[in-house]
């Protein structure tokens, strides 16, 4: 299963080589010690999406500099892997804290949707304003950068599965 993240720019500042420039989807980026850390899968003017191993990493454009071969990081791949996974441990840990049964929930345009009434090994259950209930999959879930608990849909996709469902 393949796992993304946007890796903070404050964590890998340090990673910054050379000036930014265009990278290309396929290209293969370098490490700092000369060996190829993984492949753009996407790119924008503002991040580039890295497929390294099992993960899709997003990092800000601004941090490839261009080396003799192509793109290139100012790390190893072990070093960006081991900020990866930190980085994702610590979202874990922020969503299982924030995930509770009585949490306020918003969606992820955003606005308020609930609370969490019950949560399974699956599922979490919202009860919203008007009393009605609503089953979302539990990895539906996350902490935004302020820890509020986000449902990552918006509301009117919401609100028309919802209609759709009830026929």
Known sequence: MKKIALTAAAAVAAL??????AQDVGDTVMGNDGNAIGTVAQTNEQAVL???????IALPANLFGEGETGPTLNVTKAQLVQMHEQQLAEAEAALAAALVEGAAVVTADPQPLGTVDTIDEANVVI?????????????????????????RIMMADLEAALAAQAG
Do not use: C, H, I
Request: proline share 5%; no cysteine.
């Open 127 to 151: 009860v919203r304003e008007d009393e009605s209930k609503v089953t979302l999959p539990k990895d539906m879930f996350a902490v935004d950068q302020n820890g509020a608990l986000v449902a």
């Open 50 to 56: 890295l497929s390294v191993d099992d993960y899709q």
């Open 16 to 21: 910054a080589a050379n000036p930014a420039l």
